[in-house]
Nanobody, 118 residues
Framework: QVQLVESGGGLVQPGGSLRLSCAASGLAFSINRYVISWYRQRPGEERELVGTITQLASTTNFPASVKGRFAISRVNDRNTVYLQMNNVKVEDTAVYYC?????????WGQGTQVTVSS
């Protein structure tokens, strides 16, 4: 059974930093064989893509709303992907989800709450 478990969410002040983790278990292949994406969802809004890391070459892509502030990295032997959030803003407040896609299957984590407030 595949599980993606996010952790690291919490309360952070504007301008601060937070690192989210997505630990994968039960995948048929190493995590570096999957496209891993981070999404977020604010109350009453649709889920929004905030970043992606591709397989193998580990190319990352970010939308304009977080580009230059967020980074994604992967530690293959831990089967874990990280979302580093820097210079966070109040509008970054949301539930953050990890998503894995590969071999015609996709998986979601349960989400972790990030609240940016002074």
């Amino acid at each position: 059974q595949v599980q993606l478990v996010e952790s690291g969410g919490g309360l952070v002040q504007p301008g601060g930093s937070l690192r989210l983790s997505c630990a994968a278990s039960g995948l048929a292949f190493s995590i570096n064989r999957y496209v891993i994406s981070w999404y977020r969802q604010r109350p009453g809004e649709e889920r929004e893509l905030v970043g992606t890391i591709t397989q193998l070459a580990s190319t990352t892509n970010f939308p304009a709303s977080v580009k230059g502030r967020f980074a994604i990295s992967r530690v293959n032997d831990r089967n874990t992907v990280y979302l580093q959030m820097n210079n966070v803003k109040v509008e970054d407040t949301a539930v953050y989800y990890c998503h894995a896609y590969g071999f015609e299957k996709d998986y979601w984590g349960q989400g972790t709450q990030v609240t940016v407030s002074s």
